[in-house]
């Protein structure tokens, strides 16, 4: 028979008389105490020490590995006392367990509830084929950190600050800390103090912010406020381009700029040549300008004005010149217009001037590629350099402006009355509206071509010979011939007698058939039939007998028959 002991068997022995069942027996016997043999795993959990707010050393110690296959052991975790292996964070070291000592270190930690208890809980365990087994719970407490100031409180990007406090903690990876929203590199951890360097990018979006953000250090899953009102200084570094025309966008550059409404309306300001131009757009990290139309230097200093302390940028902004290619066309009347073509500045402000040569002449922006120039009214005729100015640069066109002095080259036809059209060949202006004078009388009209003016004889103008001229501008070109204006008249009539309802034809000379006429037999009116510059034909009307004068009023004369007519019955 056998016994079994704590470690190990005892085995009894019994006498036997036949040899062979002897040795028999002893081996059966020897199997089965062997097969009630079990050697199970003893693990025990030794130490639980708090290495800083976010990290721990569990130790523990494995005492018996029994006779199973390892498949894992380490240690499992958490902030409740209750573990087990369904409960709580595991810390596995594997398959290769031995008899002796272990230690695992836990960091970033970081468990729900933490805020609430510090408490951490631990315990050993080694698991085999057959199952697990536990060592005791232990516990520790990790030690809470605390903020006790910055200094200093104030800083540019790339500046070190140093956070004082007890942060139980040399290891940088468990230390963040926020300007703004803005993770700033952590430099240094001690358990007394945490150096950063204070990060770019840090926008100031509030009305309210001024240039002070707030700073937060996070650690063991919390936030610590360390000051709400920490000072950025911004930096002005460079910009860009250098070189370019006026109206050129520049982007200044820097680091943690002013990025509010507060700072827009005075506390940020930038300079060109001393003139403050507005800023366009702005970031944390950039300006954006425009050079101004008004710079009358080619190279330009650039500074910048934030919270009163002026940054005077390096180097100089270098203003390009425009181009002029061409001119179209080339020649034209006082008064016309005429485009120049090239490369210039596109703005309603652009301060673009045009000189023919020393005169100024009005000039207006079509696009960046052209000018429209109305050529002076009082300007002489002949050939004029067009120079275009714009800021600091004067650019002549490739060629000259060639004026043109307005002419009349004829008339026709050469005589008519009041009311005649006459047409005025020479040049002149499209589209514009001239005097004509007969002699003193003026007439308005209106040029549809720029070689021939249509004009109506005016009313109130003497029989006889008249100069025509022409008024452009402050000129006034006469013609060559003179214009026999007509007085209108009768010279005969036909037939000299009838009844009444016939028609008479009255022959005329001098006569407009678009003015007013009308016909009187005696003083009875009558209907006029139709009026031509000959002749006027008319009804003799119903109320009337005898012999008469007929009596025709056009423009307002009236004209009275050499003959007298007879109406018969």
């Known amino acids: 028979m056998c016994s079994k002991g704590k470690r190990g068997t005892v085995m009894r022995l019994y006498t036997l008389k036949h040899p062979l069942l002897l040795a028999l027996f002893s081996i059966l016997l020897l199997q089965a105490c062997k097969k009630d043999e079990v050697n199970h795993p003893e693990v025990e959990t030794t130490e639980v020490t708090a290495l800083s707010p976010t990290s721990a050393r569990l130790k523990g110690h494995i005492t018996n590995k029994g006779d199973f296959k390892i498949i894992d052991y380490g240690f499992v975790y958490g902030y409740n006392s209750d573990l087990s292996e369904t409960r709580g964070a595991k810390a596995s070291l594997g398959k290769d367990a031995q008899v002796g000592d ?114 937060v250090l996070r650690m063991a899953g919390q936030t610590y406020n360390v000051t709400s009102n920490f000072k950025i200084i911004s930096t002005i570094k460079d910009f860009t381009p250098t070189t370019g025309p006026l109206g050129t966008s520049i982007t200044i550059t820097g680091e943690n700029l002013p990025y509010s409404s507060y700072y827009y309306s ?76 090239g490369n210039f500045p596109y703005n309603y402000n652009s301060n673009i001037s045009v000189k023919l040569g020393e005169i100024p002449a009005s000039a207006s922006v079509v696009s960046s590629g052209q000018l429209t120039v109305t050529v002076p009214h ?71 071509t720029g070689n021939a003016l249509r004009v109506y004889v005016p009313s109130g103008i003497e029989a006889g010979k008249v100069k025509i001229a022409v008024k452009h501008g402050n000129q006034l070109i006469e013609a060559e011939d003179e214009f026999t204006v007509l007085a209108p008249s009768i010279a005969s009539f036909s037939p000299a007698s009838g009844v009444a309802g016939s028609v008479v034809t009255i022959t005329t000379s001098g006569f407009t058939p678009s003015s007013y006429t009308a016909v009187k037999f005696g003083t009875v009116p009558t209907s006029v039939l139709g009026v031509t510059e000959n002749t006027i034909r008319a009804v003799v009307p119903s109320n009337v007998t005898g012999s008469m004068k007929i009596n025709v009023v056009h423009n307002g004369q009236t004209l009275i028959s050499p003959d007298n007519f007879v109406v018969t019955n």
Request: hydrophobic share 35%; no cysteine; charged share 10%.
């Open 266 to 341: 005075g506390y940020v300001r930038v300079y060109m040549n001393g003139t403050e131009v507005s800023v366009s757009n702005y970031s944390p990290s950039s300006l954006q300008v425009q050079v101004p139309y008004t710079l009358t230097s080619d190279k330009v200093t650039i500074s910048v004005l934030i919270d009163g302390v002026t940054t005077v940028l390096p180097g100089e902004f270098v203003i390009t010149p425009h181009t002029v290619s061409s001119i179209s066309p080339a020649s034209g009347l006082t008064g016309s217009s005429f485009s120049v073509f």
């Open 378 to 448: 009082d300007l002489p005729a002949g050939s004029y350099k067009v120079s275009v100015t714009a800021g600091p640069h004067t650019v002549d066109a490739p060629e000259q402006y060639q004026v043109l002095s307005p002419e009349i080259t004829g008339f026709s036809p050469a005589s008519g009355g009041i009311g005649k059209e006459v047409v005025i060949n020479g040049r002149f202006l499209p589209n514009q509206y001239y005097q004509v004078y007969f002699g003193s009388v003026a007439v308005t009209t209106r040029s549809y």
């Open 102 to 215: 272990y230690s695992k270190d836990l960091t970033n930690l970081n468990i729900s509830g933490y805020n609430y208890d510090r408490t951490l809980y631990a315990r050993a365990y080694l698991t085999n084929e057959k199952g697990t087994v536990f060592g005791q719970v232990s516990s520790v407490v990790l030690p809470s950190p605390n903020v006790q100031g910055i200094s200093p409180g104030s800083g540019k990007a790339g500046d070190r600050v140093t956070i004082t406090g007890n942060f139980y903690s040399n290891n940088t990876s468990e230390v963040e800390v926020l300007f703004g929203s803005i993770a700033a590199k952590v430099l240094e951890v001690s358990p007394s103090k945490v150096v950063v360097e204070v990060p770019s990018g840090i926008s100031f979006n509030s009305y309210y912010s001024y240039n002070q953000v707030q700073v």
